[in-house]
């Protein structure tokens, strides 16, 4: 397994034979975390059947990709990120305590990349965690935990969502309406009432509006049960 071999590796990737494919892709896969680094890299290659065949490597890897796929979060290049994303949404629960780490330690635009990678896995043990993020000094970490919270659906965030429409930032105002539409919890009525008449913003009263919609909704669709 020579880390050398890895780049002619993965420029296989272009063969027209579907065999020679296979086997790179299935020797990269056995080189693990030193065939990863080169892989996330090569989610920018100029060839788009490089960077689909590298992701597709990189899910196939799994647990052994996931700690270089989380030190990625804060790559430059757009299409590294949303690669990087996709596969870690992909791999799963393995996944979820390396990006807890980052959420709890990395830059701040690694933390809020991880909060939204969080609420894609969906995993509950991420809801302390995001929940302690809506406290985040960085804007976009408290926007991106406060839509995350919503995808997971955990009510144990409810208070902790309903504080958060009073956040000085909209983005992160608007963020807790709509998540507290999706938990659709009968307790967030009063708050996001409140939001949808007086908040200064209009977006964030049209979220709460529309959230409230959705929670009576719900309730009418139990009540007829």
Known sequence: KDERAIDS?????KDDDGNVRWIARKALVEMGKPAAVH????????HLRIRQRALKALMQMGRPAVEALAEALDDDRL???QGVLEALEMIGEPAVLPLLKVLEAGNPRARWRA?????????????????????????????????????????????ALIEALGDRERFVRQGAARSLGRIG????????????????????REAAARSLRKIKSSSDLLSNR
């Open 115 to 159: 909060a939204e990678a969080l609420g894609r896995l969906g995993d509950v043990r991420s809801v302390p965690y995001l929940v302690r993020a809506l406290q985040d000094y960085t804007l976009d970490v408290r926007w991106k935990a406060a839509e995350s919270l919503g995808m997971i659906g955990d009510r144990r965030c409810m208070e």
């Open 185 to 204: 919890d009968e307790r967030a009525v009063a708050s996001l009432s409140r939001v949808a008449r007086e908040d200064e913003d209009k977006s964030v």
């Open 79 to 81: 299409r590294v990120r």
């Open 39 to 46: 892989l996330i890299d090569a989610l920018d290659d100029p």
């Open 9 to 13: 590796l993965i420029e296989c990737f």
